[in-house]
C-alpha cells in the first residue's frame, strides 16, 4: 500500500488534463506504476490501477478549480466561500467517468477520467439533476444560442450548456435563439428542463 501511494504522488505530476467547453468535459490523465513487491501480477495491476485513477482524480481537482463561474471568480472562490459546494465539487471528481483505461505490459496503467461541466455547475448551484414538469416534456432536445460574445463559464445559464465557434452538424436543425452575455450570465433565455443549449460565440 505504501508504494501505491509513493507512486500516485510522484505520477501525480505527469498528469495531463484539458477543459473542453465544445464536448462539455473536463478531462485529465494519469498513469499508475505497477508495485513490484505486490504477490501476484493481479494485485500489482490492481494497485496501479487506483494510483492512475488517483493521479487523475487529482489533477481534474486542480484543473476545475481554475474554471470561470458566472457572476465572476473561479470555481475555487465559490469552493472556499461554501463548504458545501466544496463538497458537492469533491463528490463530483470522486465519481469521474472513465474514458479510457490502457494497461502496459509492465502491469502499469494509463487512464482518463473527466468531470461534465454540467456535475460541476449543478455542485455550484446546489440544485441536483433538473427535473421534467408534470405532464412531460414538451421542449427541444437542443436549442442553439447565438448572438453570445464573450468567453465560457459555469453556470451561464440554469441548464446543460456546449460552447462552440459554429453549431455542430447534429444540431444544424435545432431551434435558434438569440441571447446576450451580461457578467458571465445569458439573459433573455428562461432554460427549459431537458434541454440541451448550444452556445455558439462569437
Do not use: F
Request: proline residues 7%; hydrophobic residues 50%; glycine residues 10%.
Amino acid at each position: 500500500m505504501r508504494v501505491a501511494l509513493v507512486a500516485v504522488v510522484v505520477l501525480s505530476g505527469t498528469a495531463h488534463a484539458d477543459v473542453d467547453w465544445a464536448s462539455g468535459l473536463v478531462t485529465a490523465d494519469g498513469v499508475g506504476v505497477a508495485d513490484r513487491h505486490a504477490p501476484n501480477p493481479a494485485v500489482a495491476r490492481g494497485t496501479s490501477r487506483r494510483g492512475a485513477e488517483d493521479a487523475a482524480k487529482k489533477k481534474l481537482a486542480t484543473e476545475l478549480a481554475a474554471l470561470p463561474v458566472a457572476g465572476g471568480g473561479k470555481l475555487a472562490d465559490k469552493a472556499r466561500a461554501d463548504k458545501a459546494v466544496a463538497e458537492r465539487v469533491a463528490a463530483a471528481v470522486d465519481h469521474a467517468l472513465t474514458v479510457a483505461a490502457e494497461p502496459e505490459t509492465d502491469g502499469a496503467w494509463r487512464v482518463t477520467l473527466a468531470v461534465p461541466i454540467e456535475a460541476v455547475r449543478q455542485a455550484v448551484a446546489g440544485s441536483g439533476p433538473r427535473t421534467l414538469p408534470a405532464g412531460g416534456d414538451q421542449d427541444p432536445p437542443v436549442m442553439i444560442v447565438e448572438g453570445v460574445a464573450g468567453k465560457p463559464a459555469v453556470g451561464a445559464l440554469d441548464a446543460a450548456t456546449l460552447w462552440v465557434r459554429d453549431v455542430p452538424a447534429w444540431a444544424k436543425d435545432a431551434p435558434h435563439v438569440t441571447g446576450k452575455l451580461a457578467k458571465g450570465r445569458i439573459e433573455g433565455i428562461k432554460p427549459a428542463p431537458a434541454t440541451l443549449y448550444v452556445i455558439v460565440t462569437k
